[in-house]
Each structure stands twice: as C-alpha cells, then as structure tokens.
C-alpha cells in the first residue's frame, strides 16, 4: 500500500474531525471522526509518526461547561486514531508544545497545570501547578529552559524554569491588560503576547520579562488571538478574532502589510519552505492560501465543516 511521505492535517473542530488534506490540491484524502467533543489545537510531532489532538471540551475559553480529559493520539504514516491519553482528573487541555528535552508541555486549563506528557510512551509523568485557571496558551523559549503560559482574563503570563526538575514558577509578569495569544520567537530574545481588549500586540523580552514594545495592528478593528511564527522566525503572523484579516510582521517586527481573509480566522501555518501561509477560516469552511512574495490570497479552497488549526508534516521515507 502506498504511504504519503508528506501532508497537511487539518482539526475540524466545527465538524468534531481531523482532516488529512492533499498539501497541494487541499482535497481531504483521510477523515477521522470517532472523538468526543471536541477535538482543539494540535502538536505535530512527525519524529515519532504521530500527532496530538486535545479534547477540550464542548466549549471555548470562558464557556466551556463540559471539560475534556483527553488527548487523541493520531497516526501520521497510518492515518488513523491509534488512542488517546486520558488526563483525568485534568481538564481541558489546551496548547502544547514539545520541549528541548522531549517532553509534550501542555496546558489543563480548568485544573490550573501544565501537563508533562512522554510523547514516546503517551504516558502523563508529571504536572506543574500554575497560579492561574486561565492559562490557555503556553510557549517555550528556543533553549527549552523557560515556559510562559498566556492566562487570559488573569493579565499575566507564567514564567516557568525547566531546568530544574519540577519546573519552577520565577516570575508572573503583570501585563496591562487581558491577553489572548503568545508565542516565542525562534530568532530573537522575545515573545510576543496579544491583547485581548485592543488591536494590540506586546513585545516582552524573555531575559528580564518586560514589556519591551507596543505594536498597533492598524487593520484591526478588533482585537486579534493567535500569534505565529514561522519556523525560521523570519515572519509573524497576527490573526484577527472575529475578524477576517490578518497582519504580517518580519523579524524584527516591521509590519509588511494587512491581508483579508474569510470568516471568523483561527489559526495558521506557514509552509515548510516559509513560501506561503495558510489560514483556517472556522466561520466559513475556508482556508485561505497566501503568498508571503505576493503579500496577496492566492486559493481559497473549502476543507470540512470549520477548520480550526492546521499544519503541515514531513516524514521519513518509510524502509
């Protein structure tokens, strides 16, 4: 039987179902649907064959009455669902991200931790009790020593150091306001935060933990959520809430333009070779492909119900 070596998998979250699409043509050529409601956000982890999906809950932030306690684990070279974690008595794991040392860090949003998941066993090993119930987003310094958690309604961001064995909470930066994303640059000494109640993003430097910079997002009329970068940290993406535009920034977080997009954006990922982006449009079972030469949408090809997160994959050449 023949194997893709390379795809594109796509959490439907309005459809309950992880899509896996054709990289090129965006055709669905695999769809999974036995997860309970309902399936969030998704870590790649093409090393080991596989993905992860969190079960949420039948909610969103702030309205979500029946939490999860699971994670679906997906087979990229089989493409199917080949188990879940369950986290009990955790609930509502959120965002994760694979550290330096291997380890999947993931946030329990009601249960006020972040995870610690063995990605090769798929086995809970431990957890690190945060100050907030609101961490909904977390991201890790490029060394893997620091882990912040963005926490929301709560105005601060959780600074976690992984170097020492439990993870120690150093520091709990006050932000100005309410926050909605976070990401760290893969390039420079500083995350970025997005705030949840103005067109607004906070740069803070990682080292001291202060905010370092302001930058207005002009084409918002909104604030935005989701904050990328891409994998070089050569471009970020700022992507509009409830709002179809998204704001493209270089490195050194110079805007290089807005972008209409379709309905109600949630996430984004950039192309392996950092050529192109693509948007998942929840509101409208939409994607929308730009071209990062062209600054322009270049395809606008409908994939599932309502698309919430999506990225792209690699693996090695099967023996």
């Keep these: 039987m023949q194997r893709h070596n390379r795809g594109l998998l796509a959490v439907d979250k309005q459809g309950n179902r992880v ?28 090393q080991l064959e596989k993905a992860y999906v969190p079960i949420y809950g039948d909610g969103i932030h702030g309205d979500n009455p029946h939490p999860g306690h699971k994670v679906a684990i997906i087979d990229l070279r089989l493409r199917q669902i ?17 550290g330096r040392d291997g380890k999947v860090y993931l946030c329990c949003e009601n249960s006020a931790v972040v995870a610690v998941i063995d990605p090769v066993s798929d086995r809970l090993e431990k957890t690190i009790q945060l100050p907030s119930h609101n961490a909904h987003r977390l991201t890790l310094s490029p060394s893997g020593r620091k882990l912040f958690t963005e926490n929301e309604e709560d105005a601060s961001i959780t600074v976690v150091d992984l170097c020492e064995a439990e993870g120690r909470i150093i520091d709990n930066i006050l932000m100005p306001g309410a926050i909605s994303g976070i990401a760290a640059s893969p390039k420079h000494p500083y995350l970025v935060a997005s705030a949840a109640d103005a067109p607004l993003l906070y740069v803070v430097d990682r080292q001291s933990h202060r905010i370092r910079q302001r930058l207005t997002l002009p084409g918002h009329q909104q ?9 070089n940290g050569e471009r970020l993406v700022a992507i509009g809430d409830q709002e179809p535009v998204v704001t493209l920034f270089d490195d050194l977080l110079n805007p290089l333009g807005d972008i209409r997009v379709g309905n109600k954006p949630m996430d984004g990922c950039f192309s392996e070779d950092n050529r192109s982006l693509l948007i998942a449009n929840e509101g409208d079972g939409s994607l929308s492909l730009i071209d990062l030469q062209q600054m322009k949408v270049i395809a606008t090809p409908q994939a599932g119900t309502g ?8 693996l090695n050449p099967s023996g």
Excluded at 29 to 35: D, G, P, R, V
């Design 19 to 46: 899509l896996f699409l054709n990289p090129e043509t965006f055709a669905v050529e695999q769809e999974l649907n036995a997860f309970p409601p309902r399936p969030h956000e998704l870590l790649m982890l093409p």
């Design 82 to 98: 080949s188990g879940f974690i369950d986290l009990s008595p955790l609930k509502a794991p959120h965002s994760g991200q694979l």
């Design 223 to 231: 604030p935005c959520q989701v904050v990328r970068f891409s994998a």
């Design 307 to 314: 698309c919430e997160v999506l990225s792209y994959f690699q």
